[in-house]
C-alpha cells in the first residue's frame, strides 16, 4: 500500500510568486490534514478535510492560503502571493478515522524557501 | 502559545546511556502520541497513549501518560546509535476532528 505522497518536495519561489503544493492521502482515507514546521518552531496545524469538505480551517493563516480538495482525493494547497514568512516545511497527513486514538499517516513534506 | 512543552530540545549522549523526554502541558488531552522523525521523512507513529497513568513499552523504549493527562515521558535505556532521530510528542483532544498539537521535538544524537 502506498503511503503519503508530497510534491514537490522542495520548492524555492521568490517573495509574491505562487506556489501549489500535491499531497496524494493513502487511498480510502477520508480524513487528509494539513501542519506547517517553520524553522525554530513546533509542527502547527493548517486545516482538516474530511473527504471534499473542510471540517476545520482554524489553523490557515491567512487568506494567501486556499487549500482544495476536489472529488475527495489529493488535496492542494496554494500560496498566492508567497512571503518570506510562508517559508517552511509543509506536511500532509491522512488517516481513516477522525478519533483522538486514530494513527495518522504523513507525508514525506515539502519544504518550501520563499526568496 | 506553546501548549506541549517538550524538553530537552536537543540532547547529545554516549552509547548505552539512558534518557528521558519530556512532553508537559497545562491542558488535558484526550491522547498522547510519539512520533520519530528522520531527515527528510515525516513524522512516523511510536505509540499512542490515552489512560491517565497509562505504560506502553516498545523494546528499549518506554512511553508514561500522567495520572492527570497533562504531560507523558520517553524513556529510552541503553540508548544505540540508530535511536539517533528527531522525537515529537503530540496531543489530540475528543471532538477536534483528530487534530494534533506538537511539541518542538527533541533532536537526539547517540554517539558510539
Known amino acids: 500500500e502506498a503511503g503519503v505522497t508530497q510534491f514537490p518536495s522542495h520548492s524555492v519561489i521568490e517573495k509574491g510568486q505562487t506556489v501549489t503544493l500535491r499531497c496524494d492521502p493513502i487511498s480510502g482515507h477520508d480524513n487528509l490534514y494539513w501542519y506547517r514546521r517553520v524553522m525554530g518552531k513546533e509542527i502547527k496545524f493548517l486545516l482538516h478535510f474530511v473527504k471534499e469538505s473542510k471540517q476545520d480551517e482554524s489553523g490557515m493563516p491567512n487568506n494567501r492560503f486556499l487549500a482544495e480538495r476536489t472529488g475527495g482525493t489529493y488535496s492542494t494547497l496554494k500560496v498566492q502571493p508567497a512571503e518570506l514568512e510562508d517559508s517552511g516545511v509543509y506536511f500532509c497527513?491522512?488517516?481513516?478515522?477522525?478519533?483522538?486514538?486514530?494513527?495518522?499517516?504523513f507525508g514525506q513534506g515539502t519544504r518550501l524557501t520563499v526568496v | 502559545t506553546q501548549l506541549l512543552e517538550q524538553s530537552p530540545q536537543f540532547l547529545s549522549i554516549q552509547e548505552g546511556e539512558n534518557l528521558t523526554v519530556y512532553c508537559n502541558s497545562s491542558s488535558v488531552f484526550s491522547s498522547l502520541q510519539w512520533y520519530r522523525q528522520e531527515p527528510g521523512e515525516g513524522p512516523v507513529l511510536l505509540v499512542t497513549?490515552?489512560?491517565?497513568?497509562e505504560v506502553k513499552k516498545l523494546k528499549r523504549l518506554t512511553f508514561q501518560f500522567g495520572d492527570a493527562r497533562k504531560d507523558s515521558s520517553l524513556h529510552i535505556t541503553a540508548a544505540q546509535p540508530g535511536d539517533t532521530g528527531l522525537y515529537l510528542c503530540a496531543g489530540a483532544r475528543n471532538n477536534q476532528g483528530g487534530k494534533l498539537i506538537f511539541g518542538q521535538g527533541t533532536e537526539l544524537s547517540v554517539k558510539p
Open positions: 497527513a491522512s488517516s481513516r478515522l477522525q478519533g483522538s486514538n486514530t494513527e495518522a499517516f
Open positions: 497513549v490515552v489512560t491517565g497513568g
